[in-house]
């Protein structure tokens, strides 16, 4: 009897966490108004990703105020599907991510995954390993900011 509740919340929360609002989703056949497909990548820039950020200011040394805040946010979002270190959850790792990708990537990932995934070579890559996508979690450009302050954080800025 335990196990079938654990596993129907294991359930109901895979499912929460997937949720789109109830909004259908077909990319593999929508079209923009230019009449190129959604998941057209001849535009994608993969060190910018595709969102709002073009550039994201950061300093040198480590907002400790802005990564503490973006902490919070992580424990409350993220961090059910990512470690902090270079392991596997749900979803990758993050150990190191700031070293990989440029702050605008970052951003726009954060607060823009579905476009990136249809686009993104490497995230569809990911995407075959973890075997699911990273839900929007509807953050705010104030909110990404302070994540990916957190995510300096814990890459070892100072």
């Known amino acids: ?10 359930g109901l929360f895979i499912y929460s966490c997937s949720s789109n609002n109830g909004e259908k989703k077909t990319v593999a056949n929508s079209v923009n108004e230019s ?3 959604a998941n057209d990548a001849s535009g994608y820039d993969p060190h910018r990703g595709e969102g709002k950020f073009d550039k994201v200011e950061i300093a040198d040394h480590l907002d400790a105020r802005m990564a503490a805040a973006g902490k919070l946010i992580v424990d409350l979002k993220c961090a ?10 749900v979803g990758p790792g993050w150990k190191g ?10 951003m726009n990932f954060i607060t823009n995954p ?4 249809d686009k993104d070579p490497e995230l569809q890559a990911q995407l075959e390993l973890c075997m699911v996508r ?16 957190f ?4 890459d070892g800025v100072k």
């Not at 991510?97 to 970052?106: M, N």
């Open 151 to 154: 995510m300096r954080q814990n």
């Open 97 to 106: 991510v700031t070293q990989r990708r440029k702050p605008q990537w970052i």
């Open 114 to 117: 579905d476009p990136m995934i």
């Open 134 to 149: 990273m839900p929007n979690q509807n953050l705010t450009d104030e909110e990404a900011r302070k994540v990916l302050e």
């Open 35 to 37: 009449g190129a497909s």
């Open 1 to 10: 009897m335990r196990k079938l509740i654990v596993c129907c919340l294991m």
């Open 80 to 89: 059910s599907c990512h470690k902090l270190t270079d392991e596997k959850l």
